[in-house]
């Protein structure tokens, strides 16, 4: 009896975690069935998804992948479900929002293979994630064995996260909130990487540098910054509005105009971290695989390769002149003093 109980729990449970609007979980292994093609042929709808017309967000972007759900992380325990759900509730927010109680599998079928593919084996190492926000990256770094501090300047995101992870069964991360993302209340040197997942869009211009900073204190000599899904402002549509040319207006007009959102440069990251490798210019071919890998069609491909081409006359790597932006840089590998190990030992002890 307690079996079927469990069992209509864990049925009732898995509707609700994939609604109409969240990630499908019924979907075969391997590539969707094919859908008509409209006469707009392939290469020409490639560019437009290239340039902004079909990126996210939104769950129709994702349905390209290839499901495999292998070690995909599951919630383990349905009465720490219902109290993430009421924390959810408590704040405001709505708990069935795809990207609330949808997000962790999305973050699992795209942003995973970026961080395998650059990062490579991360169990062990140790790595903070910036902006944390409902904690699904979070969770998907801890599930691939890295030691996570996730940190947010929002104490409500904060107190989700922890019970996200708490359902999860991904207990072991360290929630903090900081009340200013632009002084980490850790020591130089703590982390093997930074993560960053659609989260320095929403840092003031004015706070930005001062944030790439301290990013770059904390990231131990060799260390690696990804940043993930980031909106770009070269983009002709805001990938989170979707508004169409809200990149290209100046900021001072908002005082005349409704406030708009806006993306940023790439190089507004880049050209702080002087002495920084790219890994996307320097390994092309990997960023490519990890873009078919997460669904994108042969003629999506060469219309990414073509708009690459002429980001390099930027100064740009292929991640860096998609609507939603993919960055890989690692600082300088410098032999690590014994004051970083020190302190690295004191942050995780």
Known sequence: MAACVRELWHSRSTRRLHSARAWPSSLPTGRPVAR?????????????????????????????????HAGQPRISNFSLDEVFR????????????????????????????????????????????????????????????????????????????????ARYGEEKIQFRWVPAAAALPFPAGSFDFVTCASVLEYVSPQHLPALIREIDRVLIAGGVLVVLGTSNRLAPREVHSRAWLSNYIPRRWDRLLQPRRRGIFPWQITKMLTGYADLVTNDRKRYFNVRRKTGDSPPKIVALRTIALAGRFLGLSCGAVTPSFFLALKKPDLQTTGEHKDARVAHNC
């Open 86 to 165: 009421n924390e959810v509730i408590n704040h405001g927010l709505d708990p069935d929002y795809t990207w609330i109680n949808g997000y962790l599998p999305i973050i699992w079928e795209k942003d995973r293979y970026y961080i395998e593919a650059f990062l490579g084996d991360i169990a062990g190492k140790i790595g903070l994630e910036l902006g944390c926000n409902v904690g699904a990256t979070a969770i998907m770094l801890s599930r691939l064995g890295a030691r996570v501090t996730a940190v947010d300047v929002d104490k409500r995101y904060v107190a989700i996260a922890e019970r996200n992870a």
């Open 36 to 68: 008509p093609t409209p006469p707009r042929s392939r290469l020409v709808q490639a560019v437009l998804g290239v340039v902004g017309r079909s990126l996210p967000p939104s769950p129709r972007a994702y349905r390209g992948c290839r499901i495999s």
